[in-house]
């Protein structure tokens, strides 16, 4: 049987988190995967224990060395509680210690994207668009390079890092998205990445529980550049108010993204409605086929990452048209005879005001039904955002709102008062049944929530 090859040797590991190796006799030993799950653990992986608030890792590293782990890494302070080196000892693996876990595996993850020095790697951020912006700028340089991605939105603290590990030799393109949940974690996935070229998509209050302000939240995003160290390229949006911050004292070259700029090759548009938008790239026409002004922007970011990295006016247009919907990313569905905006992976006001928009601007013959669920994690804003949601709502082109979740309360009475026909729940069932009741043939319904409403429920 061939032997997977050692995605990095135990030299290196230790190196990179600038300890002394243990036990010399390994030193031309490695391991051959990574995992942070003991149950996900195989023959040659590496077990990365790291502590949470419910559970702690080590109290699996038994599980891992059984499944076939080759190493563990380690908080050292929890080696000699937990009796890690006797374990070790017992199924002859490797004990990588660390002061912290989690960033012992961050430390692994840039120590092994130094491996591959002619790999061009890509971080994009934002606050709404990052899945979207990734997976059509994958298309786009796709088309002439060797790409590798994370996959779905593995874009935290530790899915950042577990993605760097999927790169191999034969890829010469990495875009990574970068996503966030707390201060600083922007500024360690840069330290991890070292970007080449970062893309911010957009700035807005996704997360403002958290950081508190607007500002704060572009203050966070700004750190994908942190680890510039002054060849490289910052791509920001040319509209809202903090461009000029975001351009501010960035080490490296930046160029500002938009329709007509010079960072964007695309200089004409046309909106297909439903079918998405024609965009005119050097004199030739592609059809894009995600739908809505948000989707555009999406495309227009990503066309000038491509084009910072080199990628040909042809191979753009051909990525354009290869560019396929993701899950609850404005799906076009049909569905009990209506046509559905699936657009339910998450919310925000940005992206809510943006799928209503979309759906008012479509050229549509029958009757307009909106389903909005509750935007989370809007902290002390919660409260004022859903009821200019309901504004927004009242002024739209609905004939009929449905409002679903605790949050989307404070909506209905603007609805009300603009003599919409309107039901607010709790219950998805309750949901379902409302939504059946309002649709005929040739409805158009929107689908637009939080993660957490799983708004898609309601077409079982």
Known sequence: MTQTPFLMDFATAWHALDCTPSDLCTM??????????????TAGSLFA???GEKTDGHHFVHEAFRRGAAAALVERAKIAPLHLDELAGKYNAVLLPAENTLSGLQALAAAYLNLFPRLLRVGITGSSGKTTTKEIARALCRTEKQVIANAGNLNSETGLPLSVFEVRAGHEIGIFEAGMNRPGEIAELARVLRPHIALITTIGSAHIGRFGSVRAIAEEKKALFSAFSGNETALIPAAGQYAALLAENVRGKVVRWG???DGTPARQIRSCGLRGWEIELD???????????HNLDNALAALALASSAGISGAALRAG???????FGRAEIIEFWGATVVCDCYNANPESMAAAIALCDDAV??????YVA????????QSEEAHRLLGVQLAQSKAAAVLLFGAETAAA???????GKHVVHTTDIDALRAALKKYITGGTLVLLKGSRGCALERVLD
């Open 283 to 293: 004199g030739e026409t592609a059809l894009f086929p995600l739908p809505g002004k």
């Open 364 to 369: 549509w013959p029958g009757t307009r039904v």
């Open 412 to 418: 209905v009475d603007a609805v009300q008062a603009a």
């Open 49 to 51: 224990a790291l502590a």
């Open 28 to 41: 031309n030993a490695g391991f051959s995967s990574v995992c942070i799950d003991s149950r996900q653990a």
């Open 259 to 261: 329709l007509g700029l």
């Open 373 to 380: 669920g509750s935007m989370l994690e809007l902290g002390g």
């Open 320 to 326: 354009l048209e290869s560019v396929e919907p993701l």
